[in-house]
């Protein structure tokens, strides 16, 4: 095997480690819940502190690997994951396993976009693409498999195993990055904007914990100063932004109609979804008995959907445009997920199986459509910060949107019984899916910029 796609091994085997800590403990999550004794709303932060963590790192990780080369740097992240995957998987109360999932996040941040860095900077042109195609094949197949698989560990097991199982991945990842890369020289990088990065970090995590505390029944005053700091934090920012010349998040490129509208289709789409899908699986396991690997399974009509439009969004992008198939995908997710409304036992299978098709056949188009959007108003430098601005706010979409239908829901089941409460959360979900719709006529109407 050549040092490039040594290289390129060692990202994608890294990255399919991350994605499937994302969806794989989601599977795991009532059980959680019982073990620890704690509400849907809560049990969301299992998933958010893993993505706090990824969100606080990904900027940080070129300057350290500039100062530690890549070579240490994604051998020692590697350790450290494998570690908090260890204490997760012991964890003796829900405090515990939050903060080992906020290092995990931060272990994995580091390697993502090192190593994708280094593969790409070693694969050009037509080249390109195939790396590409590996990439989007791994990104479909985490989270296709890996809710099956954790679903299946829960029920011969214990949740527990779902984090240990990672341990082998982990410690291969650091072994390969160890024996397979090079010290090699990496250019200087200035000194990252510490405190803009605190600050939009300390935004979120407030926002994230204020819609918690109020989707858990907590006084509403303290739900209310938690979203009060998270304004606080981002006016902060807002200031900071402006005395400061390399700031972590440039605001301005929000003046692109297409990087705004994409990344509202992400919330709208793949962050509505990480809700919907959340939700379902609570409603799946607690009150229609279903098994989690049953559960999990889900996931693979879901990926299925995804891939057939993801490959169908390649061949019509240039042909129609990004205006037109944000649209269809939108209609298709939000049928999707009004379709789980009509859910009511277990033997409404095939509906279960058409909702996540149609869920999938969406949300492949919109991400897809979003990802190839976002950035083509930018060249140069710009389009570094721009990527910046972009993957922040795909990592921010996935906790958002958990925490806001869990507090939906929540708010609901206080009025409704349970079973009306989730039909309710998801009907809501589906117009929140369709809001971008108000903002498509920003678009530009020409289809090939830059192209």
């Not at 599977?27 to 849907?40: C, D, E, K, T, Y």
């Not at 006084?219 to 304004?231: E, P, S, T």
Request: charged share 10%.
């Amino acid at each position: 095997m050549t040092y490039r796609y040594r290289i390129a091994s060692v990202f994608l085997l890294g990255f399919f480690i991350d994605c499937i800590n994302i969806f794989m403990p989601a599977v795991a999550l009532p059980r959680m819940a019982a073990a620890f004794q704690i509400g849907s709303a809560a049990s969301a932060w299992v998933a958010n502190a893993y993505i706090l963590g990824l969100t606080l790192v990904i900027p940080l990780s070129p300057w350290l690997a500039s100062r530690w080369g890549a070579r240490r740097l994604l051998a020692a992240s590697m350790l450290v994951f494998a570690a908090a995957v260890w204490a997760c998987g012991e964890a003796s109360s829900f405090g515990q396993m939050v903060g080992w999932r906020f290092v995990q996040g931060m272990a994995g941040g580091l390697l993502i976009p090192v190593g994708q860095a280094m593969t790409f900077n070693r694969f050009q042109g037509s080249e390109r693409a195939r790396i590409s195609t590996l990439v989007m094949a791994v990104a479909l197949l985490a989270p296709a498999l890996s809710p099956g698989l954790g679903g299946w560990i829960v029920d011969q097991a214990s949740w527990r195993w779902v984090f240990h199982a990672n341990i082998p991945l982990a410690l291969a990842a650091a072994a390969l990055s160890w024996m397979w890369l090079r010290d090699e020289p990496s250019p200087a990088q200035s000194r990252p904007d510490l405190p803009g990065l605190l600050l939009i970090s300390a935004a979120l995590a407030s926002a994230l914990l204020g819609m918690s505390l109020y989707g858990a029944g907590q006084a509403g005053v303290v739900a209310l100063a938690c979203v009060g700091a998270a304004l606080g934090f981002a006016y902060l920012y807002a200031r900071h932004f402006r005395q400061v010349a390399d700031a972590i998040v440039d605001l301005r490129l929000l003046q692109s109609p297409r990087l705004a509208l994409s990344i509202w289709v992400y919330y709208a789409i793949p962050g509505v979804f990480t809700g919907v899908n959340l939700l379902n699986i609570f409603y799946l396991q607690d009150l229609l008995h279903m098994g989690a690997a049953q559960t999990g399974r889900f996931m693979v009509v879901y990926a299925a959907g995804a891939l057939a439009t993801m490959l169908l969004c390649g061949r019509l992008y240039n042909r129609v445009g990004a205006g037109r198939l944000f649209l269809l995908a939108m209609l298709l997710h939000s049928l999707g997920i009004a379709a789980l409304a009509a859910v009511d036992s277990r033997v409404d299978l095939p509906i279960l199986i058409l909702a996540y098709a149609l869920m999938g056949m969406g949300g492949g188009l919109g991400a897809n459509t979003a990802q190839t959007t976002a950035l083509m108003d930018f060249d140069g430098a710009q389009t570094h910060k721009a990527s910046v601005l972009w993957n922040i706010n795909r990592q921010m979409a996935f906790s958002v949107g958990a925490a806001l239908l869990l507090m939906l829901f929540n708010g609901l089941a206080q009025h409704w019984p349970a079973p009306q409460a989730y039909h309710l959360t998801f009907a809501i979900a589906a117009l929140l899916g369709l809001l971008p719709l108000l903002q498509l006529r920003s678009l530009p109407a020409d289809h090939n910029h830059h192209g």
